[in-house]
T-cell receptor, first 114, second 114 residues
Framework: DGGITQSPKYLFRKEGQNVTLSCEQN?????MYWYRQDPGQGLRLIYY???????QKGDIAEGYSVSREKKESFPLTVTSAQKNPTAFYLC?????????????FGNGTRLTVT | QQQVKQSPQSLIVQKGGISIINCAYE??????FPWYQQFPGKGPALLIA?????SEKKEGRFTISFNKSAKQFSLHIMDSQPGDSATYFC?????????????FGKGTKLSVIP
């Protein structure tokens, strides 16, 4: 089955620690995205990548970093500079070759920082 | 700047009733309007989508109505079922500077009661 795998499902960290969220896809999609979801705030774009070794900041990139060394993988690091990191994080991908092809989402990682 | 405004934030409908969720946008560059459905603990998934040259699109019990002059679109769920209980996001897409951008509304939590 093709899809997006996010791990772990739940993650707990102490304040001041960096943490990396994993996202792997086997859909052969070029484009990958990271969204943050907070209650009542919808989905806000953190970073996106159109191709390997290239990525762009989204609307709320401050305090986050990403890498795209492989087509299948797009890990997100939540740094200690992110002021309010507790949230539900969603990774997505899409087929760039087809205009308006849908986003395919993983099942998210819920990060709690105390 | 919220480019896609979605209402209501929450909605309670009796089984068999009609659920209606509304969205409005400002950016006339948007050219594709998808709706995503998200169940608790899962990532969103594409439900139905419409292009602005069409005023209505129906798939089973789900219908999108689109009013280009008013810059509004809505999702109607006919004969609502408890299994439809989920969070619904409207979205609008545009293509610029070599990238596909999808802007989400803040979501509507639908509860269908038996």
């Amino acid at each position: 089955d093709g899809g997006i795998t996010q791990s772990p499902k739940y993650l707990f960290r102490k304040e001041g620690q960096n943490v990396t969220l994993s996202c792997e896809q086997n859909l052969n999609h070029d484009a990958m995205y990271w969204y943050r979801q907070d209650p009542g705030q919808g989905l806000r774009l953190i970073y996106y990548s159109q191709i390997v070794n290239d990525f762009q900041k989204g609307d709320i990139a401050e305090g986050y970093s990403v890498s795209r060394e492989k087509k299948e993988s797009f890990p997100l690091t939540v740094t200690s500079a992110q002021k309010n990191p507790t949230a539900f994080y969603l990774c997505a991908s899409r087929d760039r070759s087809s205009y308006n092809s849908p986003l395919h989402f993983g099942n998210g990682t819920r990060l709690t920082v105390t | 700047q919220q480019q896609v405004k979605q209402s209501p934030q929450s909605l309670i409908v009796q089984k068999g009733g009609i659920s209606i969720i509304n969205c409005a946008y400002e950016n006339t560059a948007f050219d594709y309007f998808p709706w995503y459905q998200q169940f608790p603990g899962k990532g969103p998934a594409l439900l139905i989508a419409i292009r602005p040259d069409v005023s209505e699109k129906k798939e089973g019990r789900f219908t999108i109505s689109f009013n280009k002059s008013a810059k509004q679109f809505s999702l109607h769920i006919m004969d609502s079922q408890p299994g439809d209980s989920a969070t619904y996001f409207c979205a609008a897409s545009s293509y610029g500077a070599g990238s596909y951008q999808l802007t989400f509304g803040k979501g509507t939590k639908l509860s269908v009661i038996p």
